[in-house]
């Protein structure tokens, strides 16, 4: 199968090297680790050893693929959907964090879009490289809920790279679920400077599970049945499972990068204001963050 990972950063970089063991890849990404990719392949370390050799460009315009996996940070979805417009893809499939990012992917797209989540550990150390600090799963399937030909035929394809993958019927109450785990783990690492572990017990533990809780009330209100406890669970099986990692948005905070918590924490602020329900944790992670971001040096 002809596959494009538009994002090749630490997640991207990572199912894109797995893939690439079996499939014809083309890694959309950023100088220098697509110069580094070109000249001496993608090398993924840590719970894998090998090295691959996958097409990698700057530029994903006019591309042709089965299949396209987008992977960037959830604010440069619009420029990705509009990017491979111009190209001939045949369905897409989104690995991201936070919520909307299908629809946005939609609009432009005259094709299937999945929804998808991944647990997968990744950190891209340095050009040309990435890390799997901890084997995980991919979840997919179509974005509306049920059953569609087009994503067991991509949940084939993962599974054949050797990619632990299940093809989901109810995609819209895992994304809530996984907006849950995001939004109790990366906004309260990132501003605690703690790694994921550190949310098993003590203060910040608290703050998870609240943040976690809130977001569960709002999917009721959307419409998708999450428990509380289902989501406090959840988070607690994600922090354990990666105890000893860098969540991503603290990774964004100690690089000075902008966060995804729009994507996340804030869009439980804004679903939160439109149903009436009260989420004072995600109100105050999310302004917190935004504060941050607002002092921080510019790109």
Request: one cysteine or more.
């Amino acid at each position: 199968m002809d596959i494009v990972v538009f994002g090749a950063g630490s997640l991207g970089s990572l199912v894109g090297g797995l893939l690439a063991r079996e499939h014809a890849v083309t890694l959309v990404g950023r100088d220098p680790h697509v110069a580094a990719v070109r000249e001496s392949g993608l090398r993924v370390s840590g719970e894998y050893d090998f090295t691959v050799a996958p097409e990698a460009t700057t530029d994903g315009t006019d591309l042709d693929a089965d299949l396209a996996v987008v992977t960037v940070k959830a604010f440069d979805t619009e420029d990705a959907a509009e990017t491979l417009a111009t190209g001939r893809i045949d369905a897409v499939l989104s690995l991201q964090n936070g919520m909307g990012n299908e629809e946005t992917l939609a609009r432009p797209l005259d094709c299937p879009v999945l929804a998808g989540t991944a647990t997968y550990g990744a950190v891209r150390r340095e050009p040309g490289a990435v890390e799997c600090t901890g084997r995980g799963e991919v979840v997919l399937g179509p974005r509306e809920g049920g059953t569609s030909e087009t994503a067991d035929g991509a949940g084939r394809a993962l599974a054949a790279a050797g990619i632990e993958t299940t093809v989901a019927d109810d995609m819209p109450r895992r994304l809530w679920e996984k907006l849950a785990v995001n939004a109790g783990i990366n906004a309260t690492t990132a501003l605690a400077r703690v790694e994921n572990g550190a949310l098993l017990d003590g203060p910040a533990r608290e703050v998870a599970g609240d943040a976690a809780r809130e977001t569960a009330r709002v999917a009721r209100a959307e419409g998708v049945e999450l428990g509380e406890s289902e989501a406090v669970r959840a988070v607690e099986r994600v922090a354990e499972a990666t105890a000893a990692n860098t969540s991503s948005m603290r990774q964004d905070v100690q690089a000075g990068r902008r966060t995804e918590v729009e994507a996340i924490n804030g869009y439980v602020f804004s679903c939160a204001r439109e149903r009436g329900v009260s989420v004072p944790v995600n109100r105050t992670l999310t302004k917190l963050l935004r504060a941050w971001e607002r002092e921080r040096p510019q790109d």
